[in-house]
C-alpha cells in the first residue's frame, strides 16, 4: 500500500502543491518565476486560457475576462459567464482548472490521488464542491484536510519542537477570501483541533474593497468632478466604471502590500476612459483606521471561541499566524497586545497549509487498488497467505512486526529496510514471527519482508510495510456544525434532533429509532420526508442547510404506513464528508438506501431579506415579552442582537442591485452568526423553563407513582433512566420530550384512580350548566353525585362523572391529542 503523499492548498486567492518524500516536504514551484504559489486565477482571452500570474496580471485591464476568489462561492449555485468561450462557468469548474494548473508543476509524475485542504468551517456542500473539483481535475482519490490542522502539522513537524506536556494553540488564519480561528490540542505526537470559528466572508480582498471605497475614493471625488464614485462603481449600469473598480482594486492590493513593510506607499491612476490622471499618496495609519472593523470582526470570533470554552488567553500557549493578511503590522500587534500570548510567526503564513498538507498525505495511506499490485509477479508469486501486522506511527526508536502465518511452515524470513540500514538476513521461520526493527528518525521507514521455503527460494513478498517516526500525525477531524434530523412537532412546526454534534470526529455511524406521525395510504401520493440538515441544532430549522433530503410516497409501499410504526434509519458521514442515509421500515420490509455529497446551495437575496426579517421579529417579541421582568442584562443582550439584525437587514434590502461583490455571501454569512448569537442568549432561558417544568412534574410523580400500577412503575423507571444526560444536554427539545412522557404517565396514573373522580365532579360541578346538552338529567346527576360522595361510594361516582362528561357540548381537549395530530414530514 502506498501513502498519498502529494498535498494542495486549494485557496481564495493563492494556491500550492507539494510532495512528501521520506520525512521531507518538497514544493513544488511554480516553473514561471519559481514562486511557492500561484494566484486562484483564471482568465479567458482570444480562445487562450490562462492560469496563475498572468491571468491575475490580466485582472487590472481585462477584468471581465478574469476569474478570482470562486473559492468563497464554493457549494453555491453562482456560475461565471465566460464571454470568450461564450458559456457559464461554476466555481467547482474555475477550481479544477488551477488544480490542473498545479499538477503540471510536478511535470512528468502521474498523480492520482491528494490531500486538499478547506477551511475548518467549510460545511458537507462546500466540502463535496471541493472534492467534486478535485475529480474533474483528473484525481482519483481526494482526501479532505481542514486548514489549521495542516498548518499545525507544518508547524510542529518542520520545526522539530519537542513537546511535552499537553498544550493548547491557537491557530489565527487571515487569507485572502476567508478567516478561520481553531482552538488546537497539542500533546507529545498528536494534534487534534477541539473547536473552531470562521467566516468565509473575510478576508484580504475585503480590505481592498474598503481601500478602494473609503481611501481611494473620497480621494479621487477631493480632487475630480466625481460624485458617487463608489456607488458607480459596483454598480452594473455602467462598465467603465466597473473596469475602474478592477484597476482600482489590483492596485489597492498592491499598496496594502507595501504598507505591511513601509509607512507611506501611493497609487497611480490614469483612466482615459473617464480622464482620471492623478497620484495618490496613502499613509499606514490611514490603512489602519479602515481595517479596525474587519480585525475586530476577526477578533470577536477568537474572544467568542475562548469564552465558549471556557478559557482565558492565559490557557493558550502560542497563537500560529497563517494566511497572507497575517503580514500586516497592525493585526500581529493588536493579537499580541489584546492577547499577551505568544504570537507565532517564524513560519511562512503562506506556505504553511501546503506543507502540512503535504506531511499528512504522507502518512495516509492511499485506499486506490492499485493496478500494478493485482497484476504484479509479487502477488502471484506468493503461493502462502501472510498477515503482517505493526504500528504505523511510531515516536519510538524501534518498533514490532508481527508475520502470522495459517499453516505452520518451514523455511526461512528475512525484512529489509528500503535505504538498506537495515536487513535481517535469513532467519528461521515459524508460524508466528516477531521482529523489532529499527526507524529512521523523523521520516517514514519503509520495509520488505520476504519469506524461503526450505530449499530457499522466494514463497512471499510484501514491500508495502510503512512505519513513520516522530512526525506528529492528527486524533481526526471535527465535523464543523451539527448534523440534525427535522421531525415533525405537535405544533406543526418542526424542530431538529441532533445525529452528530458539531466537533464529533469524522468518520461518523450512527442508528436512531423513530416513529411514523400519520398514516400514509399505499398507492397515495402522500409522502414521508427524511430530511438531514447541517447546522445549530439549537435553531431555527431555516437557519440550516438541507444536505440529505429522501421523499418516500406512497406509491413505494405494498402495505400502508401506519402511524406509530418503528422507523429505523442509518446515518454515515465518511471522512470525506459523503453522507449514506439507510431508511428501515420493518413493518413493511422496506429498506431504502442513498449517498449524498451535495455541492451546491442557492443564495437568493429576497429569501435572506426575509430569513433575517423572521429572525428580528422573534428578537423583538422577546424583547416585548421580557420588558416587564426587569431582568437588564438580558434585555441588553437581546437589544444588542436586534441592532445587529436590524443593521444587516437594511444591508439585504439595500444590496438589490448589487451584482458584482461579494456582498451577498457576506450578509449570509452574518445572518448566521448573528442568528446564532440570538439563539444562544435565549436558548439559556428557555432550557430553563424547560428543567423547571421537568422538575415540577416529577416532584408530582414521585407522590403518585406509588398508586400506579407496576407496568406503570416500570414505565417511570424507564423514562428517568437517562434523565442525567438529557438534563445536561442543553437541547431543550430533547427535555420537553421527556416532560411530555412524564407528563402522560402522570395523568394516566391520576385518571386511574379513584379518589381523582372527586376532583373531577367538583370540577364539572361549577361550571355553567349552560356547557351541558340536557339540563334535568344535569341537575339529577349532580344530586347523585353529592350522594355517592357523602356515601363514599367511589364507583358510583365514577359513573357518574363519565355520564356527565357525555353531557357537554363542547368536549375539553385531552392532552394527549399529540397523539392524534398529523405530522408533515411523516417522523417523529
Ligand atoms: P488564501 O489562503 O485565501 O489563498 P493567502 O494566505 O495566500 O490567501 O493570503 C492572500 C491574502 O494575503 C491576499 O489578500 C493578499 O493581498 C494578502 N497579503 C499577501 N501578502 C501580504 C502582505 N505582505 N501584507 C498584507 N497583505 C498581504
Ligand atoms: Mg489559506
Known sequence: ?????????????????????????????????????????????????????????????????????????????????IKDLDKNCSPIELSSMVLNELVNFAQGESLKSAVITIPASFDTIQSNATKKAGYQAGFEEIVLLQEPIAAC??????????????????????????????????????????????????????????????????????????????????????????????????????????????????????????????????????????????????FHLVEKLIKDNLLTFSDIERIILVGGTTYIPYIRQQLQERTQIQVETSLDPTT?????????????????????????????????????????????SEELIVVLLTESFDGYYRIIRADGGFDTGLLKASKKIAEFVPLLEKTSN???????????????????????????????????????????????????EIIFKKNDILPLKKTIY??????????????????????????????????GYIEISGRDFDQDLVKGMDIELNFKVSESRDLSIDVYISALDLEINEVFNPHQRMISIDKLSSEIKNALDAVTEEIRNEVQNENYEYLAKLKRSEESLSILYNEALENKNDAITDKKYQIDELKKIYIQEFDDIIRHKHILSELDEYNKIKDSLSFY?????????????????????????????????????????????YNNQDESYIDYFYYLRFEDPSVFKDRSKHSKLMQLGEKAIDNSNLTELKSICHQLYNLLIVKPKRKDDFNTFDGNLGIK
Open 514 to 547: 423513530k416513529t411514523c406521525s400519520k398514516n400514509i395510504l399505499k398507492n397515495s401520493d402522500q409522502k414521508l420526508i427524511i430530511n438531514v440538515v447541517e447546522g445549530n441544532a439549537g435553531s431555527m430549522v431555516g437557519s440550516n442547510q438541507s444536505i
Open 1 to 81: 500500500m502506498k501513502n498519498i503523499n502529494i498535498g494542495i492548498d486549494l485557496g481564495t486567492t493563492n494556491s500550492g502543491i507539494a510532495k512528501y518524500d521520506n520525512g521531507k516536504i518538497s514544493i513544488y514551484k511554480n516553473p514561471v518565476g519559481f514562486k511557492d504559489t500561484i494566484p486562484s486565477v483564471v482568465s479567458f482571452r482570444k480562445g487562450r486560457i490562462q492560469i496563475g500570474e498572468k491571468a491575475r496580471e490580466h485582472s487590472a485591464t481585462n477584468a471581465e475576462n478574469v476569474f478570482s476568489s470562486f473559492k468563497r462561492k464554493m457549494g453555491s449555485d453562482e456560475v461565471y459567464y
Open 352 to 396: 504553511a497549509v501546503i506543507i502540512g498538507a503535504a506531511y499528512y498525505a504522507g502518512s495516509k495511506p492511499s485506499e486506490l487498488i492499485e493496478e500494478e499490485i493485482v497484476k504484479t509477479p509479487q502477488a502471484e508469486q506468493n503461493s502462502i497467505h501472510a498477515e503482517t501486522i505493526y504500528e504505523p506511527h511510531s515516536k519510538d
Open 446 to 496: 519503509q520495509f520488505t519482508l520476504f519469506l524461503y521455503d526450505s530449499q530457499q527460494k522466494q514463497v512471499f513478498s510484501n514491500d508495502s510495510i510503512q512505519i513513520t517516526n516522530g512526525l506528529y500525525s492528527i486524533l481526526g477531524q471535527p465535523i464543523p456544525n451539527d448534523i440534525c434530523l427535522e421531525l415533525d412537532e405537535e405544533s406543526g412546526k418542526s424542530h431538529m
Open 153 to 298: 502539522l507544518a508547524y510542529s513537524n518542520s520545526l522539530n519542537l519537542e513537546i511535552t506536556e499537553d498544550k493548547k494553540w491557537l491557530v489565527y488564519d487571515f487569507g485572502g477570501g476567508t478567516f478561520d480561528i481553531a482552538l488546537i490540542k497539542i500533546n507529545e505526537r498528536e494534534l487534534k483541533v477541539f473547536d473552531h470559528k470562521g467566516n468565509n466572508f473575510l478576508g484580504g480582498v475585503d480590505l481592498d474593497t474598503l481601500f478602494v471605497e473609503k481611501i481611494i475614493c473620497p480621494k479621487i471625488e477631493k480632487q475630480t468632478q466625481e460624485k458617487n464614485l463608489w456607488e458607480k462603481l459596483i454598480s452594473k449600469e455602467n462598465t467603465d466604471y466597473n473596469k475602474l473598480f478592477f484597476e482600482l482594486l489590483f492596485k489597492a492590493e498592491e499598496a496594502k502590500k507595501e504598507l505591511s513593510i513601509k509607512e507611506t506607499s501611493s497609487i497611480e491612476v490614469d483612466f482615459d476612459e473617464l480622464s482620471i490622471s492623478l497620484d495618490l499618496d496613502i499613509t499606514r495609519k490611514e490603512f489602519e483606521a479602515i481595517i479596525k472593523t474587519k480585525f475586530e470582526e476577526s
Open 705 to 749: 407513582i406509588e398508586k400506579g400500577s407496576p407496568r406503570q412503575k416500570e414505565e417511570y423507571e424507564k423514562i428517568i433512566k437517562n434523565e442525567k444526560e438529557i438534563l445536561q444536554s442543553n437541547n431543550k427539545y430533547l427535555i420537553r420530550k421527556k416532560n411530555k412522557e412524564l407528563e402522560s404517565l402522570l395523568e394516566n396514573i
